[in-house]
């Protein structure tokens, strides 16, 4: 985000808004969270992803206690989905990256040319590849998750480790998990 507001000449994003680029499309959250003209969004999604793709996804650390709950999941028979407003090729790098992708069944993202963005969209994509799943339930941690689930009229956890738990209620999550361990107790009831 760093990146692409400096080379647009606008001023370094806040902590606060770094925060709050996680979760929406990239073009929406340029537009909306640091305010760049919509002429101008094209220019900032390129050198985001220049930046992203050469490296950068790379960067990222997996939460304690991830890898053991999708185990679990799968172990107990569980179709996993990844279902992510980042671009699919992006996604599949970074869980290839981290070893997260022999843990899930599939990856849903965005299209890289913003056609497909939308939380809803990515959902739609993960239930029609496993028609055969039961009982979907979406886990996510922005409100982008709830409302993507409920489009589809699928509950969602709360993942409230992530970068804004407080929202995650407001925005309608059937529970909140304070941690990945949480989530197969909530499952349950859900």
Not at 128 to 133: F, R, V
Not at 149 to 162: M, R, T
Request: one cysteine or more; hydrophobic letters at 50%; charged letters at 20%.
């Amino acid at each position: 985000m760093r990146v692409a507001a400096a080379e647009l000449g606008r001023p370094e994003p806040t902590p606060a808004q770094l925060r709050d680029m996680v979760g929406p499309p990239l073009q929406d959250g340029f537009a909306l969270v640091l305010g760049v003209p919509p002429a101008d969004v094209p220019r900032a999604v390129a050198a985001y992803r220049a930046h992203y793709s050469a490296g950068a996804l790379l960067d990222v650390a997996v939460y304690d206690g991830v890898p053991e709950l999708l185990a679990g999941l799968r172990a107990a028979g569980a179709v996993l989905a990844v279902a992510t407003s980042k671009p699919e090729p992006f996604a599949v790098r970074v869980l290839a990256h981290t070893g997260l992708d022999r843990l899930v069944d599939s990856v849903h993202g965005a299209t890289l040319d913003g056609a497909v963005r939308h939380k809803d969209q990515v959902v739609a994509a993960a239930l029609a590849a496993h028609p055969e799943g039961r009982d979907p339930v979406l886990v996510g941690d922005r409100e982008h998750d709830v409302l993507g689930a409920a489009a589809h009229g699928l509950p969602c956890i709360g993942a409230g480790w992530g970068p804004a738990p407080d929202e995650l209620r407001s925005a309608g999550a059937a529970a909140v998990a304070g941690t990945p361990a949480a989530v197969g107790v909530l499952l349950a009831g859900v």
